[in-house]
């Protein structure tokens, strides 16, 4: 069998790759104006998923290393980790919803990871296994 030869984007012109890395974060929250169990405060072990594109490959193969774009989060979610996030400015005007964590998670990476060769294209965030809510833009 013959594989195809590989290239890069500048010979081609259409490659494209979406790395992916899992990390987690605990922490409390409680829903404002919202009537059920929610409303009372409680704690997650939040999952969060983390997309980035990326249209160039360096000298090793490599769109962008795994370990940067986990350290990257983990630098942000340690302001969110073992914190009630009711008391943290980010959520002071919004309930700290998965959907406003995964947006918050989103503008923060993308300012961090995004250039001219790659983009955070989602972020997934999860209050249990299995339930969950992906932001993008």
Same mark, same amino acid.
């Given at each position: $069998?013959?594989?195809?030869?590989?290239?890069?984007? #500048?010979?081609?012109?259409?490659? $494209?790759?979406? &790395? @992916?890395?899992?990390?987690?974060? #605990?922490?409390?929250?409680?829903?404002?104006?919202?009537?059920?169990? @929610?409303?009372?405060?409680?704690?997650?072990?939040? &999952?969060?998923?983390?997309?980035?594109? @990326?249209?160039?490959?360096?000298?090793?193969?490599?769109? &962008?290393?795994?370990?940067?774009?986990?350290?990257?989060?983990?630098?942000?979610?340690?302001?969110?980790?073992?914190?009630?996030?009711?008391?943290? /400015?980010?959520?002071?005007?919004?309930? /700290? +919803?998965?959907?406003? &964590?995964?947006?918050?998670?989103?503008?923060?990476?993308?300012?961090?990871?995004?250039?001219? +060769?790659?983009?955070? #294209?989602?972020?997934?965030?999860?209050?249990?296994?299995?339930?969950?809510?992906?932001?993008?833009?």
């Amino acid at each position: $069998m013959v594989l195809p030869e590989t290239k890069g984007l #500048s010979e081609r012109g259409y490659d $494209m790759y979406e &790395i @992916c890395i899992e990390t987690h974060f #605990s922490a409390a929250h409680h829903l404002r104006n919202y009537r059920g169990k @929610c409303e009372f405060p409680h704690g997650h072990n939040w &999952i969060v998923e983390v997309h980035v594109q @990326c249209k160039v490959l360096d000298e090793v193969g490599i769109g &962008i290393d795994f370990a940067d774009v986990k350290k990257a989060a983990n630098e942000i979610l340690e302001h969110l980790d073992h914190r009630d996030l009711n008391q943290l /400015p980010q959520f002071s005007q919004e309930n /700290p +919803t998965s959907e406003n &964590i995964a947006g918050y998670v989103y503008r923060a990476l993308s300012g961090r990871l995004n250039d001219g +060769t790659r983009r955070v #294209s989602k972020v997934k965030v999860c209050e249990t296994p299995g339930s969950g809510v992906y932001y993008w833009e």
